[in-house]
């Protein structure tokens, strides 16, 4: 018996201009889909990123006052790789984030700043692909920009925000996840890999922490298997996957 074709992914929706991506660490974006931003900056796009904390609980040797400064300079530098110039943090505590209408506040209000059409997070479920717990961090973000695209649309949910002259936005048409176990489109990574490979290394106060191997040679390995992962859903292409929430 031949085994089952995989359901092909579809290319991501490319008739948009302004993307925010929001997720709870630095490094989130990198470990997740920098390749995709990467070719979407080359095409003419306008990235921002908001980032829940500055990762400061991220390094067990390093005390957070020292680590968070640190790890946000790495995460501008990350971003600058791949055409992002507009970093924003919004200084929650990193580790205890709680999903709540708190939450959701701050990123709606970062929605109507940057009065996005795509909005980027990373996976909000339990798991990664059912064999590796998720961080709570993660789960609370990825829950929240997924509510959050609504509140901002909304004047009455939030209407503090409106007197702070943040108006309602309902532009927000695709709300894409990166990470998940039930991906639905796809970006060729191909374009933008050895960008995504400089962008994660930009994070390597952290890697040499996370492992013995060679920085390069452990980003290069890690991203490249990511997007060839993909490839027999896409075309054969490598590829950075998202599931996308439609609006």
């Not at 489109?185 to 996370?210: C, F, K, M, N, Q």
């Not at 040679?217 to 027999?232: G, K, V």
Request: aromatic share 8%.
């Amino acid at each position: 018996m031949t085994e089952p074709t995989p359901p092909q992914l579809k290319p991501m929706p490319d008739d948009w201009s302004r993307a925010l991506a929001v997720v709870a660490h630095p490094d989130d974006l990198e470990y997740g889909c920098s390749a995709a931003i990467a070719a979407w900056t080359d095409a003419g796009r306008e990235v921002a990123y908001v980032l829940a904390t500055r990762g400061e609980a991220g390094i067990d040797t390093l005390a957070p006052d020292e680590c968070g400064p640190l790890r946000e300079r790495e995460q501008r530098a990350s971003a600058a790789v791949v055409g992002v110039t507009e970093v924003e943090f919004l200084g929650l505590r990193d580790g205890v984030i709680e999903y709540g209408v708190g939450l959701r506040r701050d990123i709606a209000a970062a929605i109507r700043r940057h009065r996005p059409e795509l909005v980027v997070t990373l996976n909000h479920r339990d798991t990664w692909g059912g064999v590796a717990w998720n961080t709570p961090d993660h789960v609370a973000v990825g829950r929240a920009v997924l509510d959050a695209a609504g509140d901002a649309g909304n004047r009455w949910i939030f209407p503090e925000l409106a007197e702070r002259g943040l108006q309602p936005w309902n532009g927000v048409r695709w709300v894409a996840v990166a990470g998940s176990s039930s991906p639905t489109h796809a970006v060729d990574a191909g374009p933008g890999l050895e960008r995504a490979v400089r962008s994660l290394l930009e994070h390597r106060t952290y890697i040499e922490v996370l492992t013995d191997e060679d920085p390069e040679t452990y980003a290069r390995t890690f991203l490249t298997q990511t997007a060839e992962r993909a490839a027999p859903r896409f075309g054969g292409r490598p590829a950075v996957t998202f599931e996308v929430f439609a609006r």
